[in-house]
């Protein structure tokens, strides 16, 4: 993950700080079944919990991840819809 100095943040932290997790995820940054504590999150990316808690929840909305009490977590991400999409588009 990139320091938070060589990131630019925009106005809108909270839109960026959600995007920004969500690349992670689908570029495979951070794999299925890892842990994203929303500690190290916080400090890596120079931002408060409360921030990086508001990203986690909306990508719990979209099963990207599932909070657990022990954090949340990446869910495994199945492309099933998306392939469907795909080959009907062709």
């Given amino acids: 993950m990139a ?11 909270k839109s ?8 992670l995820i689908l570029n495979r940054q951070a794999e299925y079944g890892e842990q994203l504590r929303i500690e190290d ?23 990207l991840v599932q ?7 990446i869910t495994k991400i199945v492309l099933t819809g998306l392939s469907r999409h795909a080959i009907f588009n062709m």
């Fill in 16 to 23: 960026w700080v959600y995007e920004h997790i969500k690349e």
């Fill in 41 to 63: 999150l916080a400090k890596k990316l120079n931002i408060s919990r409360t921030t990086i808690s508001e990203a986690l929840l909306r990508l719990e909305s979209e099963r």
């Fill in 67 to 73: 909070i657990t009490s022990m954090g949340s977590i």
């Fill in 3 to 13: 320091d938070a100095q060589s990131l630019n943040k925009p106005k809108g932290l």
